[in-house]
């Protein structure tokens, strides 16, 4: 048995981050508990290379088929090709597991991946919507001028977040610092806000705001919740900043069935829905194949953690 973790580089240098990202080096450090091998790449190691009717795939030099598992962590959103990279591989060894089904290898979301060809914010919107899953209504224009009148979200006040979720780089005390594309509007004149004034808005949509303040991730796996947090915004109406967490293992059934059904909805290995309160239901902001979990390891004072590492590397629904 040999794993292989696929992952993304930082944009900026993050402060105590070692050479591989945490929540890859903690999958890692379960795998070493386990005594099963592993390698770890980033995106830009990989080959691809098709000649005389066929396909090698090399990962740092080696061939994929090297390995019995493939977990996929995260791809920069400013470049969508990296999500590409994913499809690509998965398609090579589907056709590799056909022709040797007694050498299978494992691929972790590969079936998600394949029913979700567009990892932005927008796709997230039509997949709810075509799925009857609780979803903010959500206003794209393909030109970007919200000025103009809209059919949808009249009512101030509004959010407006960027089309994939791509984050900005500004210097801040002469160091690179990443910023959230999230602006609240409680009118025309916000659209000249700092951060968001001089952007272009074709790349962004608008949303409706959630005045609760809290918001939920819930970690499913193999179709089946596991785990979650609370968080709680404490500076600000982003709960991402400086927020409050705590432990949220056991959601209410409302936010369960809702997050089940979208893992199974995708076919999804393991994957965290998130939600927040708006007219008194739960409604999903967004899903995530490759979920972050070092504030529900690290953040959380009260409750006894599952260990997400463990979940991830045993959520196979091949095994």
Not at 65 to 74: A, L, M, V
Not at 272 to 289: L, N, R, S, T, W
Not at 298 to 310: Q, R, S, W, Y
Request: glycine letters at 6%; aromatic letters at 12%; proline letters at 3%.
């Amino acid at each position: 048995m040999k794993y292989l973790i696929i992952d993304k580089r930082q944009r900026v240098e993050v402060a105590g981050m070692g050479e591989i990202p945490t929540a890859s080096a903690r999958l890692i450090e379960e795998l070493d508990k386990k005594n099963i091998e592993s390698d770890f790449v980033y995106n830009d190691q990989l080959e691809f290379l098709f000649q005389d009717g066929n396909t090698n795939i090399k990962v740092d030099g080696k061939n994929i088929t090297d390995y019995t598992h493939i977990i996929f962590r995260g791809h920069a959103l400013h470049n969508d090709r990296e999500y590409h990279f994913k499809r690509y591989i998965i398609d090579f060894i589907d056709d590799y597991n056909k022709n040797n089904p007694d050498k299978k290898i494992l691929v972790q979301n590969s079936e998600a991946i394949k029913r979700f060809p567009y990892y932005n914010k927008i796709a997230i919107a039509q997949l709810c919507s075509l799925n009857n899953i609780p979803h903010f209504n959500t206003y794209f224009r393909t030109d970007g001028d919200y000025s103009k009148e809209r059919d949808m979200l009249k009512e101030y006040p509004l959010i407006t977040k960027e089309y994939a979720g791509v984050n900005r780089v500004e210097i801040v005390d002469g160091k690179e610092k990443i910023k959230k594309n999230v602006f609240k509007l409680d009118s025309d004149s916000d659209f000249k806000q700092e951060g968001l004034d001089g952007q272009d808005t074709s790349s962004y949509f608008l949303q409706e705001f959630s005045d609760a303040g809290e918001d939920y991730r819930i970690f499913v796996k193999c179709g089946k919740v596991i785990a979650g947090w609370k968080r709680k915004a404490s500076d600000g109406f982003m709960t991402v900043s400086k927020g409050i967490y705590e432990m949220y293992n056991e959601p209410e059934e409302e936010i369960k069935v809702i997050a089940e059904k979208m893992a199974n909805v995708l076919d999804a290995d393991f994957m965290a829905v998130d939600f927040m309160y708006i007219h008194g239901k739960p409604h999903i902001q967004e899903i995530g194949f490759h979920p972050g979990y070092k504030a529900y390891e690290t953040k959380i004072e009260n409750g006894t953690p599952v260990n997400i590492a463990e979940a991830i590397i045993t959520a196979f629904k091949g095994n």
